[in-house]
């Protein structure tokens, strides 16, 4: 008979299980990680995983919230750090700290290409409930900081989601990558940002 998990052995496998989802996540990615690599990672059967989550998408919906928890926290310290600027500069410091931020985690693949399937392979109450695409995040990020722009919102979302797409060519680039990239984040909030 199997006795149940003491707290302190769901708090450890709990964070065995997120600590292999965020290496699995990044390499060899979502699809080609099994719940058997999970489960071993973290000392468990297979059976006992759906005591802790409910599938592999949920786990992997989890581990995407802290990521995008840490964008945000970068992006409000960067913001934070400009006050005093315009809003302009406030802006662009934020979308080019975030865009730091995710390519330091090594999350752009990640985020690209899994993240969209997971959220599929999800309820949509969950998905709905947890997820925005980075630009969308970061559109909100703005808001929620009171910037304010001259352009359709439609236009800044896009503007946005040009400059993220433009990080997955990084290794294309080369080392020029982020100073081009600050360029085009200041370019595009002197034209989408209101004085």
């Excluded at 059967?45 to 592999?56: A, H, L, P």
């Excluded at 989890?62 to 006050?83: D, G, K, R």
């Excluded at 970061?138 to 009171?146: D, P």
């Amino acid at each position: 008979m199997a006795h149940p998990f003491t707290d302190e052995q769901r708090e450890t496998i709990r964070a065995r299980l997120m600590d292999s989802a965020r290496v699995h996540a990044i390499s060899p990615g979502v699809k080609k990680t099994s719940l058997d690599m999970l489960t071993t990672d973290a000392g468990i059967s297979k059976s006992s995983f759906y005591k802790f989550f409910d599938s592999k998408e949920q786990l992997f919906l989890e581990i995407s919230a802290q990521w995008e928890a840490q964008v945000i926290a970068c992006a409000n310290t960067a913001l934070m750090q400009a006050e005093g600027e315009n809003d302009k500069r406030r802006a662009a410091n934020m979308v080019y700290a975030a865009f730091k931020t995710i390519y330091s985690l090594g999350i752009i693949r990640f985020l690209h290409e899994d993240l969209p399937e997971v959220m599929q392979a999800l309820p949509q109450a969950d998905a709905s409930r947890h997820y925005l695409s980075s630009a969308q995040g970061l559109f909100a990020m703005l808001h929620k900081a009171k910037i304010h722009f001259t352009e359709p919102d439609d236009v800044v979302l896009a503007s946005i989601e040009i400059l993220y797409l433009s990080i997955l060519h990084i290794n294309q680039v080369g080392a020029s990558f982020f100073p081009a990239l600050a360029t085009l984040v200041v370019g595009a909030c002197d034209r989408l940002v209101a004085e």
